[in-house]
């Protein structure tokens, strides 16, 4: 059963995964997920992957700190390439969260198949956060804007969620979430208010093998589910609450594979 008390946030306790010393271990966490989106009517298998690790992050540039000084953020960067009859489809999306508070830092999100590219930018500019927009679709072209308050990128949402307070709580949360935008259309940049709610735990029998999971819903204003989210019920490392089954819009699913901490840019 799901229960819908209201929390005001989603940093998660001093001794969970977000602070644990693995993440300094100069290496970043690999998942590899059985996958499965819809193109053009039809779903498609593949291979998607998630790479996550701490970093220091220049607060002027939005890039990766090239000393030891900086933001502390989680880049978490999902590589996806869908095939379909013609061509593959390419997505390639990464986030910066800042650990201290998990607050949207920046996001950017490039598409590509053989039709043409997209690239979608969010970046954080002191108070507010700034977007922009390139996609090659009839009726789209290029803009930009701002968004005020607190807001968090549903394609953050996969990090963001694992193991905040709310969660073991039994609670729930409201979030302001800018919609997925890892898409080759325009996708709208008005964040919806959407309230998190948290479910018990069970078994699930994955491609990795049986694993203790708990389930956290995305619930949209008018009351349907947005995305459904599965962590693993073990903040302890190596997986620290890592998501280990995923459901959400155009049919993406995700379903954990393997899971694995390596110096991936390394051969």
């Not at 996806?80 to 061509?87: A, G, H, L, Q």
């Not at 390419?90 to 950017?108: I, N, P």
């Amino acid at each position: 059963m799901f229960l819908a008390l209201l929390v005001s946030t989603l940093i998660a306790p001093a001794d969970s995964w977000r602070t644990d010393r693995t993440w300094y271990d100069g290496l970043a966490e690999k998942c590899v997920y059985e996958a499965t989106r819809t193109i053009y009517g039809v779903e498609r298998r593949y291979e998607a992957i998630a790479y996550t690790n701490k970093e220091l992050v220049d607060p002027e540039r939005g890039v990766k700190s090239d000393g030891n000084e900086g933001i502390e953020a989680f880049k978490h960067h999902w590589s996806e390439r869908v095939p379909t009859e013609r061509y593959d489809y390419d997505f390639s999306t990464m986030s910066y969260t800042r650990v201290a508070d998990l607050a949207a830092w920046k996001l950017t999100v490039s598409t590509q198949e053989d039709c043409g590219s997209s690239f979608k930018e969010v970046w954080r500019d002191d108070s507010k956060l700034r977007w922009s927009e390139s996609v090659y679709f009839p009726g789209a072209g290029r803009r930009e804007g701002k968004l005020f308050g607190d807001t968090n990128f549903f394609d953050a949402l996969t990090l963001v969620l694992r193991g905040p307070d709310f969660a073991r709580s039994g609670g729930g949360v409201e979030l302001s979430v800018l919609p997925m935008q890892k898409d080759t259309h325009a996708v709208s940049f008005e964040p919806v208010r959407c309230t998190v709610v948290a479910g018990e735990t069970s078994e699930l029998d994955l491609p990795i093998g049986k694993v203790r999971a708990r389930e956290v819903k995305l619930v949209k204003p008018d009351g349907s589910v947005e995305a459904r989210y599965w962590f693993a019920d073990d903040a302890t490392p190596p997986m620290l609450n890592a998501l280990v089954r995923f459901e959400g819009p155009q049919g993406i699913t995700y379903r954990l594979k393997s899971h694995e901490r390596l110096a991936y840019w390394k051969r």
